[in-house]
């Protein structure tokens, strides 16, 4: 095998650049493709371990699980490389760039950011049945742009009849996920699988430190699923995206992105840049409003006091929401009775707006609801707190309000859909993968059911790699290098197998592969019929018939291949027969002859010979079916009708096949004419005879003298049951006696 190092050409097409990583099992190089012209990175098994079959078995089966993976948090898995030349190797996207502990001790709400991603990696993961089971810093990059890729999956589990139904394995992930969390909030991972509350609260809040607490639980069983997991960490603020710091940021169309493949009944909540802090970090900018309405007016407070407010909670200002009609507040105002039938009344909207919510939330809202949906929620709060204050008419107000911008949303639900599947299909036909994976995760949100919208989804999230895979196969195409760019195209529908451009293209280059192919066989198929190979000759140009079925190449190069085959068939036949009927191999004779009247009916040698060859053959299989079925020579007919064909043979020239078998049934024959003593034993009683042979009545000994062959006895006695008894006469058996006995009574 071959050392690895700076400058090797791997397998002719693979420049080594730099090694990326070493470990005790492989090592990870940087590479250049020479055929394909881009940066690969290159995975040897250690030269140590290639010679152990189970570590190869293994090693191949992490590159057969890796590379049906296709994510676009997943790094991609090309080809498998296995020659006695070089250790085994697999190909994979080179992702230039550090791993995700540089975000270490960041602000959570964008620190989080990129393990949306990486949860939604692993739920696609989990759903092929494969379970990564080394989730560590180092085996989740960012690249240039931030994205987080999921790489190794080297030590991972592979159970494809299980799609996520294993918790036990599953969750295993979880609380490797939960113990980088801590690590990258706090800086360090907890210590003997417990969390430093302190820490971890101040660099996030409260919630996130029990959501860690659940992920590193030590019963798998309480562990949270990654739909959870991800709902939750929506539910805090944070929004699914690549990661931001001094060298990273996010693009717009980047932020857009958002958890899918979860399932769709999981509640998920609104806007999170607007919602409400935990109330024991104190009091709520919307609760602190509405108090203060009872004494400041209204404008006063939206347009001095609420923003800097904000400002000071959120850290990220945000469109507020829809300024509550005065007469709410005037109403409120009057009504201050607050009876048993208001609070009924306030429990009755409440039933309502929780259902129609709860559908609402199950159809994506937060995603496209926009004012109206911050609306409905904070009437829908400000109800709840006036209800816990026992101000119920308040609360019935509130609810009602929330009501009707929840009744508002329902109504326009279809029209979203309409508005966000147009933008959807243009942005995926202007190849602008960014927005058709956003409008996209809008439609399966609000259709979740709908396999051909799922379907859509999934393809504008490879739409990018798939647009470079064409891209270059395009190049590679126009340079001839036709396996290279069939190679390219085919990945781009390994991604997406309904994308046009590349069907398209795939068909064109398949086309020029075909005729490049064509002339290729035909070239060689006149250089095999030059030189007298015409087996090769005629596959070669069958096979650029089955390219080109119409062509009229090969339909003069095969006739031409028929005559010169036919005249070097013809010449060498006569010798060959010559050859065969010497050695009396009659059989072989007779097909050759067949094969020769084939090529041309009219030979009158050929058709003679055949005669004669057909008249010796039958009569060598009838001597020799004499010889190997002997023992029917103890039938008088089939004696004779031996006797007479050795008499006829007898007469032939004597070669050495015909002189053996001869010989051999003479001697049979003599054999099959000589009587053996028989000694037949019954009980008096029962009634022998011997089939062909004759009856002997009743007796208890008997010395017959029957010629070799085999006989049947039967035995016949009132009362009893019949016996048949088979036996064989020949001269090398022993001569034990043989019993006919009736003994068995009916």
Request: charged fraction near 30%; hydrophobic fraction near 40%; include cysteine.
């Amino acid at each position: 095998m071959n050392n690895l190092h700076e400058g090797s050409l791997i397998c002719n097409r693979y420049l080594l650049i730099r090694l990326l990583d070493q470990g005790g099992m492989a090592s990870v190089w940087l590479a250049r493709d020479t055929k394909l012209n881009s940066d690969v990175a290159l995975k040897f098994l250690s030269e140590k371990l290639s010679e152990d079959i189970s570590a190869v078995n293994n090693f191949r089966a992490e590159w057969e699980i890796s590379s049906k993976l296709i994510h676009p948090n997943i790094v991609k898995v090309f080809e498998y490389f296995a020659n006695e030349n070089s250790q085994p190797f697999f190909s994979m996207e080179y992702i230039e760039g550090n791993s995700i502990s540089v975000l270490s001790e960041g602000n959570f709400l964008k620190t989080l950011k990129p393990f949306l991603l990486v949860i939604d990696a692993l739920d696609y993961a989990h759903n092929q049945g494969v379970y990564h089971g080394d989730l560590k810093s180092n085996n989740i990059l960012l690249n240039k742009r931030g994205k987080p890729v999921l790489i190794d999956f080297g030590i991972s589990f592979y159970q494809p009849n299980k799609k996520n139904e294993d918790g036990s394995i599953s969750s295993s992930d979880i609380f490797s996920l939960g113990i980088l969390i801590h690590e990258i909030l706090v800086g360090v991972p907890p210590k003997n699988n417990k969390i430093i509350d302190d820490s971890v609260e101040k660099k996030s809040s409260r919630k996130i430190k029990l959501l860690i607490k659940e992920m590193i639980n030590p019963n798998d069983e309480k562990r949270p699923s990654l739909k959870k997991l991800a709902s939750s960490l929506v539910e805090e603020g944070i929004s699914p995206g690549n990661a931001v710091s001094s060298s990273l940021s996010d693009s717009e169309d980047e932020k857009k992105l958002v958890v899918r493949n979860f399932n769709k009944n999981t509640d998920r909540l609104g806007n999170q840049d607007n919602r409400i802090k935990n109330p024991d970090e104190g009091i709520s900018p919307q609760v602190f409003w509405v108090s203060l309405s009872l004494i400041l007016t209204f404008c006063f407070f939206v347009f001095f006091i609420l923003p800097d407010k904000v400002e000071k909670e959120f850290e990220a200002p945000q469109q507020q929401f829809s300024e509550i009609d005065q007469s709410l507040i005037d109403e409120n105002k009057d009504n201050t009775e607050n009876t048993d039938e208001q609070k009924k009344m306030a429990e009755e909207m409440l039933d309502k707006i929780l259902i129609e919510l709860n559908n609402l939330k199950n159809q994506g809202v937060s995603k496209w609801g926009g004012v109206d949906f911050r609306n409905a929620e904070e009437n829908y709060k400000l109800g709840d707190q006036e209800y816990l204050n026992f101000n119920y008419a308040k609360a019935l107000n509130y609810y009602r309000e929330a009501f009707k911008n929840i009744d508002k949303l329902s109504k326009t639900v279809d029209d979203q859909l309409s508005i966000n599947l147009k933008s959807a299909e243009k942005a995926y036909k202007d190849n602008n993968f960014n927005d058709a994976i956003y409008f996209f995760d809008i439609v399966v949100s609000i259709k979740p059911d709908n396999p051909e919208y799922q379907s859509f989804y999934e393809r504008a999230l490879v739409l990018e790699d798939v647009l470079d895979l064409y891209s270059t196969a395009i190049k590679k195409n126009n340079q001839k290098e036709f396996k290279d760019a069939k190679e390219l195209i085919l990945r781009s529908l390994a991604l997406d197998p309904k994308y046009g451009p590349s069907i398209d293209l795939l068909s064109e280059i398949e086309r020029n592969i075909l005729r490049k192919n064509f002339e290729f066989r035909m070239t060689e198929g006149f250089e095999a019929l030059s030189s007298f190979d015409f087996v090769s000759a005629r596959v070669l140009f069958l096979e650029a018939k089955k390219l080109y079925p119409e062509s009229q190449e090969v339909v003069d190069a095969i006739l031409q291949l028929d005559q010169a085959e036919k005249d070097r068939f013809i010449s060498n036949m006569e010798k060959d027969l010559i050859i065969l009927e010497d050695g009396e191999q009659w059989e072989n004779a007779v097909e050759l002859y067949k094969e020769v009247l084939a090529a041309d009916p009219d030979l009158q040698f050929a058709r003679e010979g055949l005669d004669r060859a057909l008249f010796r053959s039958d009569i060598s299989s009838k001597l020799d079916n004499y010889i190997e079925n002997y023992n029917s020579l103890n039938d008088i007919d089939i004696l004779q009708e031996a006797t007479n064909l050795l008499i006829k043979v007898s007469a032939f020239e004597r070669k050495p096949r015909l002189e053996e078998q001869i010989s051999e049934l003479s001697r049979l024959l003599k054999r099959a004419s000589t009587p053996i003593d028989v000694q037949l034993v019954s009980d008096n009683l029962t009634n022998v005879r011997i089939l062909k042979i004759g009856s002997f009545s009743y007796f208890s000994k008997e010395i017959i003298k029957l010629r070799p062959g085999n006989y049947t006895a039967i035995g016949i006695r009132n009362g009893y049951r019949d016996v048949r008894i088979d036996f064989t006469v020949a001269p090398e058996n022993d001569a034990e006696p043989i019993r006919i006995v009736c003994e068995e009574m009916i």
